[in-house]
């Protein structure tokens, strides 16, 4: 079973609003990610987790923090976003973070700042 | 640092027929895995195919094929009896063995027309 769920599945704040995101994957992989989609655009990637701690950090502003609370589970915490940050965000899981180790996404968050 | 070019942004093939689309990379690694992932309107990004560079052997997974050429650093895919189902943007993808960040390409966007 390959699947990774991410939820809400659509979700708009204001510029004030604190959110999260959540994702979670049952299928005993150790490494995480995030990623942000622009429309028409390939993904980007945030942020990686190994293992439960942050592996890389893709200079992401600070008004994103992302959080893992055990190998399951990814979080995305949002603060004090701006309209440009309204994107569709990816959760994906890999068995590790080896070459070979392929990476499967989940149905993302629409995000909408106003 | 990698590179992966799709030149074909649009596309579009009529139902039964089939239609092969294009990715060029560029990296100076010699041992990696390239993939084609599917993100139809639903948004989920879907593995399609994956192919290890050390094997000459193409990939096929059902309607699904490749066409690697590693001199030439070309990974096409070719889609046979092609659905209205197979609408979607398709991303071309690199990674190294040596790490685990995948380069996407700029995305084709497949109408199946019935």
């Known amino acids: 079973d390959t699947e990774v769920t991410q939820t809400p599945k659509h979700l708009v704040m204001g510029m004030t609003n604190k959110k999260s995101l959540k994702c979670e994957q049952h299928?005993?992989?150790?490494?995480m990610y995030w990623y942000k989609q622009k429309a028409k655009k390939p993904p980007e990637l945030m942020f990686v987790y190994s293992y439960e701690k942050l592996s890389i950090n893709e200079s992401v502003p600070s008004r994103f923090s992302p959080e893992c609370p055990n190998s399951s589970l990814l979080n995305l915490h949002l603060h004090a976003l701006q309209p440009e940050d309204s994107a569709l965000y990816l959760c994906?899981?890999?068995?590790?973070?080896?070459?070979?180790?392929?990476?499967?996404f989940g149905p993302g968050t629409r995000l909408t700042v106003l | 640092a990698q590179t992966v070019t799709q030149s074909q942004p649009e596309m579009s093939v009529q139902e039964a027929e089939t239609v092969t689309l294009s990715c060029t990379y560029d990296t100076s690694e010699s041992n990696y895995y390239l993939f084609w992932y599917k993100q139809p309107p639903s948004r989920q990004m879907i593995l399609v195919i994956r192919?290890?560079?050390?094997?000459?052997q193409n990939a096929t997974e059902n309607r699904f094929s490749v066409n690697f050429q590693k001199a030439a650093k070309s990974f096409s895919l070719k889609i046979s009896d092609s659905q209205l189902g197979d609408t979607a943007m398709y991303f071309c993808a690199f990674k190294p063995n040596a790490g685990n960040m995948l380069t996407f390409g700029g995305g084709t966007r497949l109408m199946v027309k019935p």
């Open positions: 994906a899981s890999s068995q590790g973070l080896a070459g070979s180790d392929t990476q499967y």
């Open positions: 299928m005993g992989h150790r490494a």
């Open positions: 192919q290890e560079a050390y094997k000459q």
